[in-house]
Every structure is written in structure tokens, then in C-alpha cells.
């Protein structure tokens, strides 16, 4: 049988500990048998990255730019115990960090749906997407304790050195104060990266805040979500799709009680609590999927979880391990789609969606890893464990 052909190179990021190992065994067990596969390769790996003083996540990131579609595996963000166990010369920054910054964009997260594996919430048929905004809020914020008799005020000042002052507490006991900001270019490019990511994959969207508390900080997000609608309106209407805009409170409530099939905008600390909500609410990490959006649509692809580390110093042990691959497979199926779209290949389109239709066929057969064993239920199925390249050969298989 020839080969799927592929006309642009997707941007290929290697990682780390045991999801590298599965990296190579995804491409040789289920991409490069059946697709000719090019991609420009960069090896996030820690030991390259310590190497290349980093550079190689920036040209990793700046190809993508180049590109339009990237795959990544995990990588370590390094730490103390990583500075020794690695020997680094820096303790490098995280490499998604880098990445979203270079690339301004917004991570989403959607779960992968099996027959069987049933979410703790039992309604939600369907999957629910996150996004995330990642930028400012707590997350830059200036705190400060005070003691009792100090205040605490909000200090503006211009470029000619005028200055608006409000008080914001006078304290007769000890206390805390904390200043946080966003940027409008900011929340606009969060706005465009949901809006585009709702009409691509049909989806209807909420987004929250708590503006009626939060009347000029969060009003303004919402003010600007307003704005960047108006754009993408005629797209929503025409595919049928609606936008929502709640308060946070009322958002967790439909989100409970709704089907799922949804995308849900969040505000970067409520998105950092309800995605982990969301996501054990699903079942297991490894199922969790992931893609970063730019504004003007760019894609890298990744699993939502780690290296896991735990099974990686089994596997060194020369033990088998049974970790799932599916999250790592959809960051592979995904990008695939997204070049095939880009570039009018649908065999590669068609080729990627039958090969996640292999992985869930597998699953819901019974064949799966350790970690999806107690959350399966299917009448007349009985589970059975595989190891990691079991499973990767019992998908080939239904290829
Ligand atoms: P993790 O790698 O996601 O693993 C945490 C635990 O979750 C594992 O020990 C395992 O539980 C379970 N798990 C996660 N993914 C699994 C899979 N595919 N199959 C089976 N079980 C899975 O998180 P971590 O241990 O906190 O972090 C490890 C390293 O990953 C760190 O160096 C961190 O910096 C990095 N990290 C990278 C990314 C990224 O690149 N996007 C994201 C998060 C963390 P059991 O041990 O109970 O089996
Ligand atoms: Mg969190």
C-alpha cells in the first residue's frame, strides 16, 4: 500500500522520561507505517534544551509561527531536585510557557470520550472544552502585608507624572493588599482565539466572569468579548452555534447540568480550578487532549498531562509499564487533521480520524492501559491491562 503523502512538514517537539519512549513508539507502531511522515524536528528534550541554552524551545515556537501546526510531547520543567538530577547549567523556564508566550496564545482542553468510561458527572455525553486565558490576573500580582494603622491605595500614575489615588483600605488590624492587572490586547486575543476555536469545531461557547462585583475589572472583559463577537457573529448564526456570556456562578451550574458539547472561556484563575474540575470529572489525565491557539491561528498540539516520571523510572528499571498513550495520540491525530485541512490533503484528514477511531474502537473492546481499568464499565466487557506497546499494537491492529 503507498504511503499517505504529506505536503507541509507539521513542527515536531520532542520531550521527556516516558513520554519521549512513547513518542518514538506512536510514530514507528502507527504514523510512519502508514504515512510519509515529515516533520521539522526539535528536541525539547531537557539535555538538548540545557545544550542549546534553551534556543531550541524558541525556534521550536518561531517554526510553528513559520509552519502553522506543531505536535508536542511532555517536557520537564525543570526544579531543584531536576537541576542536579540533570546537571543544567539554569534552572530553564517551562517550555509551554515559552511557547505561549511566543505564540500568544490560549490553551484549550477537551476530554477523549470512550463508550465505557463513564465521567463522574453522568450527563455530560459529550465533551466539554476549557480555555484557559493565560495571562496576568494573580498570576503577576503585587502583594503586601500590612500591619495595623497602615492603608493601602491604588496609585495611577501618567506619563507626565499625574497622579489618581483611591484608598482602598484603612487597616485598624493586620492585613494583606494585592494589586493585579490585565491588558485589553491581552483579553483580545484570549476573545479571538475561543470565538475562532467555537465556529472551527461548531461548538457553542460560554464565558464568565463575575462582573457584577468585579464592575470595571471584569466588566471589561466583558466589555471586549462583547466587541470581539460582533466579528464572528454572522458565523456563529450562520452554524447555528450561540454565545453566552454568564457569571461565573450560573456558568458552573449550566456546565453541570448541560450534555457537554461545549467550549467554556475562563478567566486565567478560574480557568486553573475549573479545568482540573473538569478534567477528573472525565476520568483519567490520560485522556485529557490539549492545543494551543494563536489569534491568528496558529496550532501546537499536546497531551494535557506530564512525563510521567513515576513510569519512566520503571521503564529504566527494565520494567514494563502501562501508560497511556491516548492523549499523546490525539496531540499526533490532531495536528495531523489540522495540516491535512490546511493543506487539502483529506487522506491524511481521513487517515488521522480512523486512527482515533482505532485507539477509542480499542478501548471500548476491553484492551486498555492500567489507568482506565477501574473506570471502565461496559456490560459484557471485561477489561483487560495491557502494557504500552501491547496497547500502541492492539490499535495498529484495527487499522
Ligand atoms: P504527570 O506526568 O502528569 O503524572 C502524574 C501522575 O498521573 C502519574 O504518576 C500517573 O499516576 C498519572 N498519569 C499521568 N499521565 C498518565 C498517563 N498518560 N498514563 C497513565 N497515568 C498517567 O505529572 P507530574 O508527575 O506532576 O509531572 C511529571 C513531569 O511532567 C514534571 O517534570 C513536570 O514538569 C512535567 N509536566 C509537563 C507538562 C507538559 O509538558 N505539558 C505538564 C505537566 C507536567 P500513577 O503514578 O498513579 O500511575
Ligand atoms: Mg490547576
Not at 503585587?142 to 491605595?153: H, I, M, P, Q
Not at 494583606?176 to 472551527?200: I, K, L, P, W
Not at 476491553?366 to 471485561?382: A, C, K, Y
Request: contains cysteine; hydrophobic residues 40%.
Amino acid at each position: 500500500m503507498a504511503k499517505i503523502q504529506m505536503k507541509t512538514p507539521l513542527v515536531e517537539m520532542d520531550g521527556d522520561e516516558m513520554t519521549r519512549i512513547l513518542w518514538q513508539e506512536i510514530k514507528d507502531i502507527l504514523l510512519t507505517p502508514y504515512i510519509d511522515l515529515k516533520t521539522e524536528y526539535y528536541d525539547l528534550g531537557l539535555p538538548h534544551r540545557d545544550e542549546t541554552d534553551d534556543r531550541v524551545t524558541v525556534e521550536s515556537a518561531e517554526a510553528t509561527k513559520r509552519l502553522g501546526v506543531a505536535v508536542k510531547c511532555a517536557t520537564i520543567t525543570p526544579n531543584v531536585q531536576r537541576m542536579s538530577e540533570y546537571h543544567l547549567k539554569k534552572m530553564w523556564k517551562s517550555p509551554n510557557g515559552t511557547i505561549r508566550r511566543i505564540l500568544d496564545g490560549t490553551v484549550f482542553r477537551a476530554p477523549i470520550l470512550c463508550e465505557g468510561i463513564v465521567p463522574y458527572i453522568p450527563g455530560w455525553k459529550r465533551p466539554i472544552v476549557l480555555a484557559r486565558h493565560a495571562y496576568g490576573d494573580v498570576y503577576s500580582a503585587v502583594d503586601e502585608e500590612l500591619e495595623a494603622g497602615e492603608k493601602a491605595y491604588l496609585v495611577v500614575e501618567n506619563e507626565k507624572g499625574e497622579v489618581r489615588r483611591r484608598l482602598i483600605h484603612a487597616f485598624d488590624g493586620a492585613g494583606v493588599v494585592q494589586g493585579m492587572h490585565n491588558t485589553d490586547a491581552s483579553v483580545r486575543s484570549f476573545a479571538h482565539s475561543c470565538f475562532r476555536y467555537a465556529v472551527e469545531n461548531n461548538i457553542p461557547m460560554i464565558f464568565s466572569t463575575k462582573d457584577t462585583i468585579s464592575k470595571q475589572y471584569d466588566g471589561r472583559f466583558k466589555k471586549i468579548f462583547e466587541e470581539v463577537y460582533e466579528e464572528y457573529r454572522a458565523q456563529f448564526e450562520e452554524k447555528g452555534i450561540w454565545y453566552l456570556y454568564t457569571l461565573i456562578d450560573d456558568a458552573v451550574a449550566r456546565v453541570v447540568r448541560s450534555e457537554g458539547g461545549l467550549l467554556w472561556a475562563c478567566k486565567n484563575y478560574d480557568g486553573d480550578v475549573m479545568s482540573d474540575m473538569v478534567a477528573t470529572a472525565y476520568g483519567s489525565l490520560g485522556m485529557m487532549s490539549s492545543v494551543l491557539v494563536s489569534p491568528d491561528g496558529k496550532y501546537e498540539y499536546e497531551a494535557a498531562h506530564g512525563t510521567v516520571t513515576r513510569h519512566y523510572y520503571k521503564h529504566l528499571k527494565g520494567e514494563k509499564t502501562s501508560t497511556n498513550s491516548v492523549a499523546t495520540i490525539f496531540a499526533w491525530t490532531g495536528a495531523l487533521k489540522k495540516r491535512g485541512e490546511l493543506d487539502e490533503t483529506p487522506e491524511l484528514v481521513a487517515f488521522a480520524e480512523k486512527l482515533e477511531k482505532a485507539t477509542k474502537a480499542t478501548i471500548e473492546a476491553g484492551e486498555m492501559t492500567g489507568d482506565l481499568i477501574p473506570l471502565f464499565h461496559r456490560e459484557g466487557v471485561s477489561p483487560k491491562k495491557l502494557d504500552s506497546e501491547e496497547f500502541l499494537r492492539a490499535i495498529a491492529a484495527r487499522l
